[in-house]
């Protein structure tokens, strides 16, 4: 019976039962309902995946009869139609499935590393080429904008930096400046070609000037006078370079820096003044405004 008398005492927790064969279990289950204790414990689970397979009823009845128990509590507890294991065995002891040792992945040398390729001369001036001429696009759609916003404003002045003092970048900039802007195109740029403006630009060994006055308003100013007053009021004629081609609509110049003693970024403060008296001794800054009006930063409009 698997009923547990009154007056019966589980086995001490110290004899464990070790399973040889099938005949030797049916002779210890002759008394007993389980391997150990008053109910199925992990020691029936053991011995029953160590028999493996129901035992012969009629040589063994006991083992059987425990077997068949067993199996019954087992169905109970995994209630789903098994499909078979492959590969699988059952342990030699206690039931208990070894589990298999992760094999250690060898760990990949990382890639190495790319060196950046140093740019070549010829990229390295195309980009100066395309940072001038973006600077001078965005810069022209601020004077257009100025101008629309401030009546009477025809004359400009201002500073570019990416040029860096280089007078062909320099005139690049200023060529951006004048394009016609594209009405689809994504960002606005250039679009101040009706205003005459001069544009400078310093570096460390020199300052570049260049000059644009369009066509109509020429009669008002002529950039050739503008551009040689400029010139006279830097003062520097030994450093000083006019490049060919001035004219009454275009001009430019560079006056180079003397070590220690006169430095780019200063002479070009000087230029800057120098432009703006010119327009202002001309009429040409609006006699309703201050100066303070027109000036963004080191720009000075007219």
Same mark, same amino acid.
């Given at each position: 019976?698997?009923?547990?008398?009154?007056?019966?005492?589980?086995?001490?927790?110290?004899?464990?039962?070790?399973?040889?064969?099938?005949?030797?279990?049916?002779?210890?289950?002759?008394?007993?309902?389980?391997?150990?204790?008053?109910?199925?414990?992990?020691?029936?689970?053991?011995?029953?995946?160590?028999?493996?397979?129901?035992?012969?009823?009629?040589?063994?009845?006991?083992?059987?009869?425990?077997?068949?128990?067993?199996?019954?509590?087992?169905?109970?507890?995994?209630?789903?139609?098994?499909?078979?294991?492959?590969?699988?065995?059952?342990?030699?002891?206690?039931?208990?499935?070894?589990?298999?040792?992760?094999?250690?992945?060898?760990?990949?040398?990382?890639?190495?590393?790319?060196?950046?390729?140093?740019?070549?001369?010829?990229?390295? =001036?195309?980009?100066?080429?395309?940072?001038?001429?973006?600077?001078?696009?965005?810069?022209?759609?601020?004077?257009?904008?100025?101008?629309?916003?401030?009546?009477?404003?025809?004359?400009?002045?201002?500073?570019?930096?990416?040029?860096?003092?280089?007078?062909?970048?320099?005139?690049?900039?200023?060529?951006?400046?004048?394009?016609?802007?594209?009405?689809?195109?994504?960002? =606005?740029?250039?679009?101040?070609?009706?205003?005459?403006?001069?544009?400078?630009?310093?570096?460390?060994?020199?300052?570049?000037?260049?000059?644009?006055?369009?066509?109509?308003?020429?009669?008002?100013?002529?950039?050739?006078?503008?551009?040689?007053?400029?010139?006279?009021?830097?003062?520097?004629?030994?450093?000083?370079?006019?490049?060919?081609?001035?004219?009454?609509?275009?001009?430019?110049?560079?006056?180079?820096?003397?070590?220690?003693?006169?430095?780019?970024?200063?002479?070009?403060?000087?230029?800057?003044?120098?432009?703006?008296?010119?327009? =202002?001794?001309?009429?040409?800054?609006?006699?309703?405004?201050?100066?303070?009006?027109?000036?963004?930063?080191?720009?000075?409009?007219?």
């Amino acid at each position: 019976s698997s009923e547990r008398p009154h007056d019966a005492k589980p086995p001490p927790a110290d004899m464990a039962y070790a399973y040889t064969d099938v005949p030797a279990l049916d002779k210890y289950l002759a008394d007993k309902s389980y391997i150990t204790g008053f109910q199925a414990s992990q020691d029936d689970l053991d011995v029953f995946v160590a028999v493996g397979a129901a035992p012969d009823a009629s040589a063994t009845p006991n083992a059987a009869r425990w077997y068949s128990h067993v199996a019954a509590l087992l169905a109970k507890a995994f209630p789903g139609t098994p499909a078979g294991v492959t590969g699988a065995s059952a342990p030699a002891a206690a039931g208990k499935k070894e589990q298999p040792k992760k094999e250690k992945k060898e760990k990949k040398a990382p890639p190495p590393k790319k060196e950046k390729k140093e740019p070549t001369a010829e990229e390295k =001036r195309a980009k100066q080429v395309k940072d001038a001429k973006k600077e001078g696009g965005k810069k022209a759609v601020d004077i257009a904008g100025a101008a629309e916003m401030t009546l009477g404003m025809e004359f400009f002045c201002t500073t570019l930096e990416k040029s860096e003092g280089d007078i062909e970048l320099l005139q690049m900039a200023m060529d951006a400046m004048n394009v016609e802007v594209e009405p689809d195109a994504e960002e =606005r740029k250039g679009g101040s070609g009706h205003i005459g403006k001069m544009i400078f630009s310093a570096s460390n060994d020199q300052l570049a000037v260049v000059a644009h006055v369009p066509k109509e308003l020429v009669e008002k100013i002529n950039c050739k006078e503008w551009v040689e007053s400029v010139v006279a009021f830097i003062n520097e004629p030994d450093a000083t370079e006019v490049l060919p081609g001035i004219c009454e609509t275009k001009g430019a110049f560079v006056v180079k820096g003397k070590p220690g003693i006169t430095f780019p970024i200063k002479l070009k403060d000087t230029g800057l003044a120098g432009a703006f008296t010119y327009l =202002r001794s001309k009429k040409c800054f609006p006699e309703s405004e201050s100066e303070d009006d027109y000036c963004f930063g080191d720009d000075y409009g007219m």
